[in-house]
């Protein structure tokens, strides 16, 4: 049995909680929580399951100082690394182990662009004698691990795209007009430009998945390029949640990482991210509809599309679910790796162990 506590109970994060609750192998000895509403509340009215009689609360020290095995970070990380990160450095240096989704460029250690950031957490989490993982569905699950194991049929392959084909008008995190505005840019006039097209962000935040396949499959990139483009609405209209979208402001976006062998991309992780399903007509669609594409051109070609949906029959529930128990599924292997930042590369494959529901 191992004792965890949830950090953060958001979208991702209420997810985490209740597979941490519900999961035979796991045992919730405390939660973390950002906002002044929710301390004090059960667990189990958080997670939406039955009561659990264990309490949120704001005070990490007390948190640090329960025996648990490991922390399942989920508190919203874009924007504010510098402060996740210490806070994760004390959740490491105190010995516990930690599997999250807060750093999302952090799913590459090895690679990620603020190597002062990811040598913190390295350090940290080998004083600790722990280890540090970081997850989720995109970056994460679609575009290292599902590549990764689909090569382990390839004889021989020339091109490797991950395609993430999403509307986003669902997803709306409780940060919405951060998230959605400031970093995305929607609604946002087109000549602003999004805090992830900054020249370098794009890669700070999504080029893990690139740099981990290539060492994956024993390649190695010259560069990881970024390409970007925005759509501009040729009306208005609204999202809920999240608000007006004016005409001639932005309602889609397109980006590829591209990771470079010898002047080819060989290696691409695109996002086509749309407001409403009008919108941006000659982007690609995929031949199944919106979800994940994963192509490796070679022998075999292998095409591969995933639809990923939440029990209200919705992809952003499916994927945000699928964030929080990639994280949670990941906890007994994490516990057992060596100390240190660690990747995907690192851990033997994850199944849904002892989760079988007939009902
Ligand atoms: N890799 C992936 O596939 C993937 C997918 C989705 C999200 N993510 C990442 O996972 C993280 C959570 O995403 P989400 O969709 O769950 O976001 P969300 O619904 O907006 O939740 C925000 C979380 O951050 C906490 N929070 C809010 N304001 C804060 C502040 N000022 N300081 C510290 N914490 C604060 C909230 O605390 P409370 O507990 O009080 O609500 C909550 O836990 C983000 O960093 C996101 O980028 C990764």
Redesign the pocket.
Known sequence: MYRVVQ????????FALRAIIEHPDLELVGV????DE?VGLDAGD?AGTAKTGVL?THDLDRLLALDADCFCS?????G?EE??TEVHARILEAGHDVVS????GM?DPDSHPDGTLSRRLDEAAKRGGVSYF?????????SDTLPLALTGISQRWRSIRVREILDYST?I????EK?LGDILGFGRPMEDQPILFTPGRLTYVWGGPVTLVARGLGVELDEVREVSERFPASDSFEVEGFGRVAAGTAEALRFELQGMVDGRAAIVLEHITRLRPESAPDWPRGDAGDGYYVDVEGDPNLHCHIACTGPDGDHHSG??L??GT?LVNAIPAVCAAPPGAISALDLPPLHARHLYRPD
């Open positions: 950090f953060g109970t958001g979208f991702v994060g209420h973390w929580v950002h906002s929710k958080i949120a989920a508190a919203g990380g874009d504010r402060w996740m989704s807060s750093i999302v799913v970081t997850s989720g569905i995109e970056p994460g699950f679609m997803y995190p409780s940060e919405a998230i994927g945000i699928a964030t990639r």
